[in-house]
T-cell receptor
């Protein structure tokens, strides 16, 4: 009964490869997000989607492409991985009724690029 | 854009002590949340508190939106309270800004 789930939990890959991270929420929320947490623990928003439509794209290289096949899923595809992409990536979701914008986070995906 | 500053950056407590963490923000916000990131990396919701005061067990939070700050109180701290505490604000358009966090270590 996990609320926000991400797969995989760990991802180790080489520079230049293409990889995807999947996110699913079963909370019935309308908005989903991707965040990047760097080695100093700074959390920065990358994208937000509302009802499958892109709302925010925060100066993220176009090697990063989010895809939302439906309201419950927001996947992150990364092309031509670079060393600087190594980080923990968090998916989150929030409602737009009740307490709007109260975000719930997934467990994170630790990406290591070698 | 909005600036979010948290203090102190680091905090070491003896088990049983009380503490207050602060979050200042530079402009009006629609909402504010406090999170605890445990040593395993999980981000746990503590409070959704755009204004007012809330309490949950040993934790409580107060946001004074007109003065642009929020406080998180931890009473009778336990070793399991260790981790990083983040304040996050949303200023419109689904954009959330996180503070840099307060790293808390509670000694047994």
């Amino acid at each position: 009964d996990t609320a926000v789930s991400q797969t995989p939990k760990y991802l180790v890959t080489q520079m230049g490869n293409d990889k995807s991270i999947k996110c699913e929420q079963n909370l019935g929320h309308d908005t989903m997000y991707w965040y990047k947490q760097d080695s100093k623990k700074f959390l920065k928003i990358m994208f937000s989607y509302n009802n499958k439509e892109l709302i925010i794209n925060e100066t993220v290289p176009n090697r990063f492409s989010p895809k939302s096949p439906d309201k419950a899923h927001l996947n992150l595809h990364i092309n031509s991985l670079e060393l600087g992409d190594s980080a923990v990536y968090f998916c989150a979701s929030s409602p737009i009724t009740g307490d709007p914008y109260e975000q719930y986070f997934g467990p994170g995906t630790r990406l290591t690029v070698t | 854009g909005i600036q979010v500053e948290q203090s102190p950056p680091d905090l070491i407590l003896q088990e049983g002590a009380n503490s207050t963490l602060r979050c200042n923000f530079s402009d009006s916000v629609n909402n504010l949340q406090w999170f605890h990131q445990n040593p395993w990396g999980q981000l746990i919701n503590l409070f959704y508190i755009p204004s007012g005061t809330k309490q949950n067990g040993r934790l409580s939070a107060t946001t004074v939106a007109t003065e642009r700050y929020s406080l998180l109180y931890i009473s009778s701290s336990q070793t399991t309270d260790s981790g990083v505490y983040f304040c996050a604000v949303e200023a419109g358009g689904f954009k959330t800004i996180f503070g840099a966090g307060t790293r808390l270590f509670v000694k047994a």
